[in-house]
């Protein structure tokens, strides 16, 4: 299975169980009498949007190069993992306001019952984010992997629900309103995780370097190429999957133009045969004397 597909299929896997869990913590919520479960609902179906949008991203970048795009379209990924760090935004806004309102607002405590349905929502989400940043580590994508924090941001939510829930059922009459607090410190920990995602992004579209590893990698595959006496500057930039690379090559200063040519070829294919994250490699040849 390629990088893509291993990535297409996480995020349907993210997809349905966004919906069932959204679904379940709304119902939970309403007739539970929970505003941080109904909270935690709101982020879920936030969830489900921005899944579709990962999937939507992740199909686009994959498209393959043409004449207006020579270099793919893989920087399509982290844009649209802006997108996804909006929906975490709003829904966090919308979950701190309504907090609020209802911290200013007496109602009843939450039923028991809830607490019985966080408990396997906890399990499930932290699960489901191993699970989902395993498959962005071994593809490759921001944006999976900010599908993936959305998972470790609904269980952090559902934890400080629990919280808040068990501290209103404890305390009786007058701490109600803990339930919303505990509401307001998810949106808090959204906005968080929100960064969190977005600053990685923001980096691989202003082509930040932390991609060192990669950088000794290729170097110690290109001295495995007869005639490569050494390497000089290595660039890498990422787009969606891949990895963009510039090396400068040190190889003998009297072979002729033609063989440093053939050799820059030998180790392009050589480096895309034993790296196959790789996209786009350049090879520039300097003379070693």
């Not at 919303?180 to 980096?203: E, H, K």
């Amino acid at each position: 299975m390629t990088h893509e597909e291993t990535a297409v299929k996480a995020t349907y896997f993210s997809i349905v169980g966004n919906t069932s869990l959204a679904i379940v913590k709304g119902l939970a919520g309403y007739f539970g009498n929970s505003y941080a479960l109904i909270a935690d609902a709101i982020e879920s179906t936030a969830d489900i949007f921005a899944s579709f949008l990962v999937l939507f991203g992740l199909k686009y970048a994959n498209r393959p190069a043409d004449e207006n795009h020579p270099y793919g379209h893989g920087r399509a990924e982290p844009l649209i993992t802006f997108l996804v760090v909006g929906f975490l935004i709003t829904s966090a806004t919308i979950i701190a306001y309504e907090s609020i309102l209802h911290i200013n607002t007496p109602h009843s405590l939450p039923n028991p019952f809830v607490l019985l349905v966080l408990f396997p929502i906890i399990i499930w989400k932290e699960i489901s984010f191993r699970i989902v940043i395993k498959k962005s580590k071994e593809t490759n994508s921001s944006s999976l992997k900010a599908d993936a924090w959305h998972h470790r941001s609904d269980a952090i939510t559902s934890i400080a629900a629990l919280i808040g829930i068990s501290i209103a059922l404890l305390g009786g009459k007058g701490y109600e309103s803990a339930d919303d607090w505990a509401a307001l410190f998810a949106s808090g920990f959204i906005l968080y995780n929100s960064y969190l995602i977005f600053r990685p992004a923001l980096g691989e579209i202003m082509d930040e370097h932390k991609y060192d590893d990669q950088v000794e990698l290729i170097r110690k595959v290109s001295l495995n190429v007869t005639g490569i006496i050494d390497t000089e500057k290595c660039f890498i930039r990422k787009a969606g999957m891949k990895y963009h690379v510039e090396l400068h090559a040190r190889v003998d200063a009297n072979i002729t133009v033609k063989d440093g040519h053939k050799l820059a070829h030998i180790l392009k294919d050589k480096l895309r045969s034993e790296i196959p994250e790789l996209g786009h490699v350049l090879i520039h040849i300097e003379p070693f004397e």
